[in-house]
């Protein structure tokens, strides 16, 4: 089946820093979407891309939809601590009739450096 | 701007109890969607309805059954808990099936 491989796992960041993460996947993808979840809450829709090359910004998140429609980055420019949180990567399923429902990647974990 | 509602946010049952959970989208979304998280774990899909219904069906145990409604909140009764199902429940929605999906704040499950 489908699949989002999201890396990378986990990384710490220091307030100023530019961030960076990446989804690839092994089937195309026609809308790729970017997620940012706190604990014990939702996720929280950051950005969505729906044509492969598109880059698309919103304040300080830059994301684009790779030309092969299998990959897809999020950055995050000059982080600040309320940057923390969980990042997932979604698309949609596009086989077997589905209607739309998600998969997630697993998740990039951005933490501040001690 | 409104968001989706789910209720109640923390329930507690024992073994072999029933649960349900409430989900009401944003409005004029006309899609529901409810996903699974594990401590740790990317959410899963369970199951969706659009314009009240069943749409798609993912991982969802046969004990666990939803509903959407003509106002279009939906709610998923959970049968026969079971330690594993301790989790947390969003309901997500969207307008047309749009790829474009809203989560709720989430229902904390814990089975004791």
């Known amino acids: 089946g489908q699949q989002l491989n999201q890396s990378p796992q986990s990384m710490f960041i220091q307030e100023g820093e530019d961030v960076s993460m990446n989804c690839t996947s092994s089937?195309?993808?026609?809308?790729w979407l970017w997620y940012k979840q706190d604990p014990g809450e939702g996720p929280v829709l950051l950005i969505a891309?729906?044509?492969?090359?598109e880059l698309t910004s919103n304040g300080r998140l830059t994301a684009q939809f790779g030309i092969t429609r299998k990959d897809s980055f999020l950055n995050i420019s000059a982080s600040i601590p309320s940057d923390v949180g969980i990042y997932f990567c979604?698309?949609?399923?596009?086989?077997?009739?589905?209607?739309?429902?998600?998969?997630f990647g697993k998740g990039t974990k951005l933490s501040v450096k001690p | 701007a409104a968001g989706v509602i789910q209720s109640p946010r923390h329930l507690i049952k024992e073994k072999r109890e029933t649960a349900t959970l409430k989900c009401y989208p944003i409005?004029?979304?006309?899609?529901v969607y409810w996903y699974q998280q594990g401590p740790g774990q990317d959410p899963q899909f369970l199951i969706s309805?659009?314009?009240?219904?069943?749409?798609d069906k993912g991982s969802i145990p046969d004990r666990f059954s939803a509903q959407q409604f003509s106002d279009y909140h939906s709610e998923l009764n959970m049968s026969s808990l079971e330690l594993g199902d301790s989790a947390l429940y969003f309901c997500?929605?969207?307008?047309?099936?749009?790829?474009?999906?809203?989560f709720g704040p989430g229902t904390r499950l814990t089975v004791l």
């Open positions: 409005p004029r979304h006309d899609t």
């Open positions: 309805f659009y314009e009240k219904m069943q749409s």
């Open positions: 891309l729906y044509k492969a090359g």
């Open positions: 997500a929605s969207s307008h047309k099936q749009r790829d474009e999906q809203f």
């Open positions: 089937s195309i993808f026609n809308t």
């Open positions: 979604a698309g949609p399923m596009n086989y077997g009739g589905s209607q739309g429902n998600l998969i």
